[in-house]
């Protein structure tokens, strides 16, 4: 039997699986289970542990975690020289009883024009792992919390739904940390945004703010405190990048004549948001924005590429803006 989960968040993908594998292979062990992680296992490798009869019992349970190659993508998957595609689209196609396979793909996307996901279709199941709504988050963590004989208030909640930006496993760990920190009390919401971890996105849009402004000062003492939180280089890089080209899109729309409701109808969002952004290209000099985005692009490069620390990289780019 083959199983697909696909979900955009990799946490409840995997929670879903586990809830199959457990329920299916109540007595799993070394001799009936096999993982691999396919951003670094070749495919070929995948389909010839699926061939292969388990000695140690009946049925045997293989797990592929993070197959990007079964996902909606704007550009081709890429595989290693010696890897083999063909041999695992011919599994697919001709799976064996005794071996269970599990997939689990990360994106809210399948490809659908992909020849293997057609298979799976054919052969085996797949399914969506939708994130919950709000209302069912913040239910969840009512419920988390008072199986635990501890109160919550609904705004609270509310906020670490929030705070946690849909990451399931980010989620349980916030209410865990307010279960340690309330010592049986009822949890406010003055608690949950002293202890919860504030979001990146939202550190990441104080910093485009203030870089924008020309508060270079004020652009780094918000990635220190990010930094303390656990924030990452690159993913305030990439925050604030989008958040630039957003800019510069409104800009464009903005030198055309169109107004806040016509700009949100175009990019997407909400128009508050637009307006924000048309209120901060005021005074902006010209082209700063081409300058901070291509010295941001210089600076994830040569991050990635290992020629400067992230957190030196970074820090001079703000420094510069």
Do not use: H
């Amino acid at each position: 039997m083959i199983r697909l989960y696909y979900s955009s968040s990799p946490d409840l993908a995997k929670r879903a699986a586990r809830r199959d594998i457990k329920k299916d292979f109540p007595n799993l062990d070394d001799s009936n289970f096999v993982s691999f992680n396919m951003k670094v296992s070749p495919l070929k490798d995948l389909a010839e542990e699926c061939s292969f009869l388990s000695l140690g019992s009946e049925r045997k349970c293989v797990l592929a975690y993070d197959c990007f190659f079964l996902a909606k993508s704007k550009t081709k998957a890429k595989f290693g020289k010696e890897d083999n595609p063909a041999a695992l689209l011919e599994y697919l196609s001709n799976p064996i009883y005794e071996t269970d396979l599990y997939l689990l793909v990360y994106s809210p996307e399948l490809d659908d024009k992909s020849e293997m996901v057609a298979a799976i279709k054919k052969n085996g199941f797949i399914k969506e792992v939708l994130i919950p709504s709000t209302d069912d988050w913040v239910a969840y963590a009512i419920k988390y919390l008072g199986g635990r004989g501890i109160s919550i208030e609904r705004k609270a909640a509310a906020e670490v739904v929030r705070r946690v930006n849909q990451d399931f496993g980010v989620f349980t760990n916030e209410l865990d940390k307010l279960i340690a920190y309330s010592g049986g009390e009822p949890i406010s919401y003055q608690a949950v945004t002293k202890i919860v971890t504030k979001l990146e996105e939202d550190d990441a849009f104080a910093i485009g703010n203030a870089i924008i402004k020309g508060k270079s000062e004020d652009a780094i003492e918000t990635y220190r405190k990010a930094k303390r939180n656990g924030a990452e280089e690159v993913r305030l890089i990439n925050m604030v990048a989008s958040q630039l080209l957003y800019l510069d899109q409104v800009s464009f729309l903005d030198s055309i004549g169109y107004n806040a409701n016509m700009i949100a109808r175009e990019l997407g969002g909400s128009p508050k948001r637009a307006e924000i952004a048309r209120s901060n290209l005021y005074g902006l000099k010209q082209g700063k924005l081409e300058r901070l985005l291509e010295d941001l692009y210089q600076t994830q490069k040569k991050i990635l590429s290992g020629e400067i620390a992230p957190e030196l990289g970074f820090s001079l780019f703000l420094a510069r803006a």
